[in-house]
């Protein structure tokens, strides 16, 4: 039988989005293996309703589990802010969203308590950071949200450094750098590729891609529970699934994961 | 036993677009019963491949004949490129898409023979309009085709007559100006909602809005089959299924049917 700790680390996400995770994961912890799914034929998530979305998570956390993974990371804002504790409680093994991380990296950067986010409509109405924000003990921190529901969108359609993202992205940032905040989270798995535009129109500002603190907790995790690979030499396997067509998800990972990977198809 | 003309005319699209067909085949046959179904938990379906979106408008219309419906539309541009022949064949009701009478129309219209098609990804692939033209007899006309891939999420978002939705058509449809055409097919469901920042853009060309061709085509079928509803003096009902929570649909449902409607969740 093979070890737990051999098993692989499971990834969800709406589509091709979660890939930044998938990344950081695999650079923090590169021996590990790791099984992608993308919802593509369903994407995106983020103007969708909690309990949709709870439906959708739970369909995909079966097939993690057919797939005999170790833990999994839900690597999508809107999944991780209606369904991570839904999850939690529903399956034996650990399941680890995005919110926790990026709120506590954002705590470690913030000198002055002013902290932005922003993500998909779905993620922002949900409050799940204002909750997790109240619930980390310690100095207190305003929270200024907003949601951004043309940035996906906007990637998708590969406008990384379009003039109209640069005005999209204007019209949406502007209250928040009235706000004075010098930090913010960027709580969608497809703003990292923005970081650019972003950046110019929230200069002096700290942006928080996620993606690094999950991989971090994702560590943190399999070696508090004895769960990391054993394998020191070997390059760990990635293999992804999607439920629409391969073909497109693979033209487009590139811009994402930064190599080449195995893409299959799986209708849930 | 009810009579067949007494049963529901059956119209469906990935969300809220088809309603814009809907409306007007309640203009055209105001006495007519409606079922209609938006797949708001999957919507889009622009961007998705045809084996999904034939999966898909299956999976509907097998929601549709548990209701008895006399007829079907497929009120959505992507799905009646991809699967209108596949239902066509596979069910013994008369199944009507978007894409031919929108071709009739342009070809009515059209005085110097250059017609244009703007549309999603998906439809603008499939190649759906091109192979209309050719199958139609008489005069041959050159079709120039674009996706604006764009559009349906800044509807969706309700950036109508917004500074950033000009651009972005100014950013589509330069290419078609250049071609010299005189009318120009919008072939998705969401497009006549843009008609006024289309209309700017392509100034003196004709627009030709698919949804009052699509009624009276739904007309002459009923008609021609002997199953017009009866009943002339009431006012048909409408009732709205979606896959997703009902509540964002009925609150945007209004700026593309212009009434109230009722609205139930189906989980297909």
Known sequence: MRAISAKPIGIFDSG?????????????????????????ARVPYGNK??????????????????????????????????SLANLQRSYPIPVVGVIKPGVKEARRLSRNGKVGVIGTKSTISSRAYEKELARSAGRSYSLYA??????????????????????????YLKPLRGKKIDTLILGCTHYPILKTVIGKVMKGVMLVDSSLAVAKEVRRILQRDGLLSGHVKKRGKMTCFVSDDPGSFRDFSGIFLKEKTRVKKAVL
């Open 49 to 82: 309703s909690r309990e949709t979305i709870i439906r959708f998570s739970k369909e995909i956390m079966e097939f993690m589990m057919s797939r005999k993974v170790k833990m999994v990371v839900v690597a999508c804002n809107t999944a991780s802010s209606f």
């Open 16 to 40: 091709v989005g979660g890939l930044t995770v998938a990344r950081s994961i695999r650079k923090e912890l590169p021996n590990e293996d790791i099984i992608y799914f993308g919802d593509t």
């Open 146 to 171: 907003r949601s951004c529901p043309l940035f996906v969108p906007l990637v998708e359609n590969k406008l990384v450094r379009d003039q109209v993202t640069y005005r999209v992205a204007e019209k």
